[in-house]
């Protein structure tokens, strides 16, 4: 990828890293374990589609 990237772009970039995040701590504790993971979130960035 280039360096020189638009604010815009990292912009995007920066979304798509947070939205992969997984499910906190503090969530898994209150539900007891039943709330593991996020599925959405589960997948790995590089096999799918950013959308970008």
Do not use: D, E, Y
């Not at 499910?23 to 996020?38: D, L, N």
């Amino acid at each position: 990828m280039a360096r020189n990237k638009t604010h815009a772009f990292k912009l995007l970039l920066a979304k798509a890293g947070k939205q992969k995040r997984g499910v906190p701590s503090w969530v898994i504790a209150r539900t007891k374990g039943k709330v593991r993971f996020s599925p959405t979130s589960r997948k790995n960035w590089r096999s799918r589609k950013l959308r970008l």
